[in-house]
């Protein structure tokens, strides 16, 4: 019998797919008989209720009085080693490079060799931070002292190469979505309360940051409508969102967008769209475009980043240039107005989901790296 491991799991467990990813990894490891700690500032969101084999660890900042900016890195640091030591952790598998990864190299000099560490890249920590030349040399430090590292897409280890010059080997994890949880639910009670029968349900879920081009959400959206029965829901929040709000009532859409704020039952929530619209500047995989591909939501968006290597265009969703709003919308109507097309292109997301984004799959491949690096063969 292969041997069950005791693994640390780092992520920021508040926002963002990274966090999503993490922790539905800890629940399916945990099932698998893994005994997983997660090291974090506050108990993950998508924990839910009470697991087997999981436990949480609460990162407290010390506010000593001459610390102009209490230092977490450091906090975090301390409570990985002190973990790894209590609980004689073999692996701490950290997502997100910044600071995590730096933090776990820490961790490992203060416990010694006998501690491996696992780094996952998801995206930003490299797309953007690594961009900054203040923090380059930092996360090529914590990629280079990891044990393995890993990337969510082909286009991300391609981007990690050329930004941080790293030669190293990187292994390809895809995000993978738990089937048993995203399927397409049946939501007819509801769908009543945002759309009449003969109107079509568009979709756009994020963190509404400037990279996700909100703004083309609402040009498509605006043309879409002009052509077919539609309402848009806007789902999650961020710091682009009153700007949107304005350029709503400014074309004069009011009357046919819903906010719906943040969301914890995504997949009951995602089953009320006929499209998902996913137009980012960038994106290393587009979780929220698999949990729609999952529930038999197509996506249409931009061919940013790792959408291509998730979305296969013409089959499962239809890929435009970034910007190219003209093309999404009509790409959006073609969908919505032929009917035997809606159902191809469904039963191909259903399908692509569960074959190549299957979490039974993706969460072994993440345990064959860890007896990988513990030299488990
Ligand atoms: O989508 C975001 O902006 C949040 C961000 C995060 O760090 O949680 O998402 C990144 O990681 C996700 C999980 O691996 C990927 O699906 C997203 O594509 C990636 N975001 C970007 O690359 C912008």
Do not use: W
Not at 15 to 38: M, N, W, Y
Not at 57 to 65: C, G, I, K, L, T
Not at 278 to 294: D, Q, R, T, W
Not at 339 to 364: G, M, P, Q, Y
């Amino acid at each position: 019998m292969t041997r069950k491991l005791k693994i640390g799991i780092t992520c920021y467990p508040t926002l963002g797919g990274s966090g999503v990813v993490a922790t539905e990894l800890g629940k399916l490891l945990a099932e698998r008989g893994h005994e997983i700690h997660f090291i974090t500032h506050s108990i993950p969101f998508r924990l839910g209720k009470f697991h087997k084999n999981i436990f949480f660890h609460e990162v407290e900042v010390n506010e000593y009085y001459v610390f102009r900016y209490p230092p977490y890195d450091l906090s975090l640091a301390s409570k990985m080693a002190q973990v790894a030591k209590m609980q004689q952790l073999d692996i701490l598998h950290v997502h997100y490079a910044i600071p995590h990864a730096v933090c776990a190299y820490l961790a490992k000099q203060m416990i010694g060799d006998g501690l491996k560490t696992v780094t996952t890249l998801h995206g930003t920590d490299i797309t953007v931070l690594a961009q900054d030349e203040s923090l380059k040399d930092l996360i090529r430090l914590a990629i280079h002292q990891s044990d393995a590292v890993t990337a969510v897409s082909n286009d991300l280890i391609a981007e990690t190469r050329s930004l941080l010059d790293i030669m190293s080997p990187i292994d390809l994890t895809y995000n993978f979505v738990d089937k048993r949880v995203y399927y397409p639910r049946d939501v007819t009670s509801f769908r009543t309360d945002f759309a009449k029968p003969d109107e079509k349900i568009l979709m756009h879920i994020s963190n509404f940051r400037p990279v996700k081009r909100v703004s083309d959400v609402i040009e498509v959206f605006d043309r879409v409508s002009k052509e077919v029965p539609s309402k848009l829901l806007l789902v999650g929040e961020g710091p682009e969102l009153s700007k949107m709000q304005c350029k709503i009532k400014n074309m004069g859409l009011e009357d046919r967008v819903h906010f719906l704020g943040k969301q914890e039952d995504v997949a009951h929530v995602i089953s009320l769209a006929d499209v998902m619209l996913l137009p980012s500047e960038k994106e290393s995989f587009g979780l929220v475009a698999l949990e729609a591909m999952a529930c038999g939501v197509p996506t249409i968006g931009s061919n940013a980043g790792g959408i291509p290597e998730l979305v296969t265009h013409g089959e499962t969703g239809f890929l435009s240039n970034i910007g190219d709003v003209e093309d999404m919308a009509s790409n959006a109507i073609k969908l919505l107005t032929d009917e035997a097309l809606r159902n191809k292109v469904k039963e191909a997301c259903l399908f692509r989901a569960r074959h190549e984004f299957c979490n039974d799959s993706i969460t072994a491949q993440y345990e064959s790296i860890y007896y990988r690096v513990l030299g488990i063969e």
